[in-house]
């Protein structure tokens, strides 16, 4: 899944423009799609935080190369400097913390004066929010506290946010990635595979006879949502790019 998503991490990167030098973090980075489109462009240095070390072991093995300081962190205490970047970035990654608020604030906290700071998040609705409706009834509950994680992905509520934080929300953008399968049984294979949670919860779902229930919700969302052509399956995934700036610095008086 984080290969079929890195157009949305090349656009985040290319929105907050960054450029050769400039200090990039990515935060909660996943298998690093920003950072290591960051550091193609010249970023240095280049941190990617994520709490899940076996997704930041995939990021180095991807790119061993590349020069990138790869820190296992929680989004809401980053093991990070005051003030230390000029680009804060986020790919699908914030949006999932439970404390939204204390993101908000270490993004800011992180961030340089005059920093850019940009962020894509799934739109409410759009297929993975709906895919993970579908699956909740099968799935445990998310432990309790923080909002849900749409919140990012719906422009007034991603600028309350960042403007509480001390930032300065800027223009948000609708943006699309169409996942796309050679048939509606490969598109749920492939959901089914890459859903953590539902791998995890496999066995206790088969000994409970419903595996085929979630399979069967699964199918009919991807029925619902197809916009593919000639038996092929096309799924939108709708996101919005989350623009702010940090901030700048104030003159000193003579």
Do not use: K
Not at 227 to 232: A, Q
Request: glycine fraction near 10%; hydrophobic fraction near 50%; charged fraction near 20%.
């Amino acid at each position: 899944m984080a290969w079929r998503l890195r157009p949305a991490a090349a656009r985040v990167v290319e929105v907050a423009d960054v450029a050769s030098g400039d200090a990039v973090l990515d935060v909660a980075c996943g298998t690093g799609n920003a950072a290591l489109a960051a550091a193609a462009r010249g970023a240095s240095p280049v941190v990617g935080v994520d709490l899940e070390p076996a997704l930041l072991a995939q990021a180095r093995a991807a790119a061993p190369g590349v020069p990138v300081d790869w820190r296992i962190g929680d989004a809401t205490a980053l093991p990070v400097e005051d003030g230390a970047f000029d680009v804060v970035l986020s790919t699908f990654g914030v949006m999932y913390a439970l404390d939204q608020r204390a993101v908000a604030r270490e993004l800011a906290r992180a961030a340089a004066p005059g920093a850019r700071i940009v962020l894509a998040n799934w739109v409410p609705g759009s297929f993975l929010p709906a895919m993970g409706a579908a699956l909740a009834p099968f799935l445990p509950p998310p432990p309790p506290g923080g909002a849900p994680p749409p919140t990012w992905g719906d422009e007034p509520a991603a600028a309350a946010l960042l403007r509480e934080a001390g930032l300065a929300p800027g223009p948000a953008r609708r943006e699309s990635i169409m996942l796309d399968f050679e048939a509606r049984a490969a598109a749920v294979a492939f959901l089914v595979a890459t859903a953590g949670q539902v791998v995890a919860e496999r066995p206790r779902l088969a000994a409970e006879g419903r595996w085929p229930h979630i399979l069967g919700a699964l199918g009919g969302l991807v029925a619902e949502r197809d916009e593919g052509r000639d038996g092929r399956v096309a799924l939108r995934c709708d996101y919005l790019v989350v623009t702010a700036t940090a901030p700048a610095p104030t003159p000193a008086r003579a």
